[in-house]
């Protein structure tokens, strides 16, 4: 059982990157999935989140309108496109799965968590 966050590395700001994050072991479909980061020094923070259908989303007001997050289930994976990416992105981006119901924002009720993949945005 694994839970496994790829695609990032270094871009330029304005630049773009699209995270994935692929699931084996599990019903990939009955969690909610949620993407967070944690830059050096700072704490973990949401990203944004989907819902089991994929028809409910959120985001953090500080990725809004660049962020689109989006899943497959009959892939076991979801995605996090990243456009118009700045310096502040910067940081280890980790996928994590919530049992609950509805989206949510709170690390805490994220009980599944894959390693995290690192995102440089030059200036």
């Known amino acids: 059982v694994q839970l496994q966050a790829s695609g990032g590395g270094l871009v330029q700001a304005g630049g773009s990157l699209r995270l994935s994050c692929s699931d084996t072991g599990r019903t990939f479909s009955i969690y909610c999935v949620g993407w967070f980061r944690q830059a050096p020094g700072k704490e973990r923070e949401f990203v944004a989140a989907?819902?089991?259908?994929?028809?409910?989303?959120d985001y953090a007001d500080s990725v809004k309108g660049r962020f689109t997050i989006s899943r497959d289930s009959a892939k076991n994976t979801a995605f996090l496109q990243m456009n118009n990416l700045k310096p502040e992105d910067t940081a280890v981006y980790y996928c994590?799965?919530?049992?609950?119901?509805?989206?949510?924002?709170?690390?805490?009720?994220?009980?599944?968590w894959g390693q995290g993949t690192e995102v440089t945005v030059s200036s």
């Open positions: 994590a799965l919530s049992w609950g119901r509805d989206i949510t924002r709170n690390v805490r009720d994220y009980t599944i």
């Open positions: 989907i819902s089991r259908s994929g028809a409910a989303t």
